[in-house]
């Protein structure tokens, strides 16, 4: 009794840590995640530590075709956090992972018009699907306090 109560007490810890995240998404070098659930990005960032992985990056444009491909095919939100971060003392965006400056990784997918620093706190990098505004998975900055879906990633 008290064995078939601990595995019933097991398989609900199981299918809530599981409830996150939508089934993983295997792409070219790496595992992806897209979370059911809202966090601001520094959070979001903590989450995919957790999990061993880390806020997704974008290193060409293979990889933001995959990418998308993967989000179009998750339960639609209009923001997705995604691995970037511009510190206030500098004027452009870096991958988190590993500091590099995205602008000079050969390959940018920002919307028209952004990044624009928006009222001063749009700090962290999204991924920005509205087809209200015909704006199709493009990079935007974004306030960082926003609880937004956000994905994660785990390099092979
Ligand atoms: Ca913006």
Redesign the pocket.
């Known amino acids: 009794m008290i064995v078939r109560f601990a595995i019933i007490l097991f398989l609900t810890y199981l299918s809530f840590a599981h409830a996150d995240f939508n089934p993983e998404h295997k792409l070219t070098g790496k595992t992806i995640l897209v979370s059911k659930i809202r966090k601001n990005w520094f959070d979001a960032l903590d989450y995919c530590k957790n999990k061993g992985m880390t806020l997704a990056t974008v290193r060409g444009r293979r990889e933001n075709r995959e990418l998308t491909n993967a989000l179009r095919n998750s339960p639609v939100a209009t923001h997705h956090w995604i691995g970037g971060i511009r510190h206030l003392n500098e004027n452009f965006f870096r991958w988190i992972h590993n500091n590099n400056k995205i602008e000079t990784t050969g390959y940018t997918n920002w919307q028209p018009g952004?990044?624009?620093f928006?009222r001063g706190i749009?700090l962290c990098m999204e991924y920005w699907n509205d087809p209200t505004k015909n704006i199709e998975w493009k990079w935007?900055?974004?306030d960082c306090k926003q609880e937004q879906i956000f994905v994660c990633e785990k390099r092979d």
């Open positions: 952004e990044p624009n928006g749009e935007n900055d974004n």
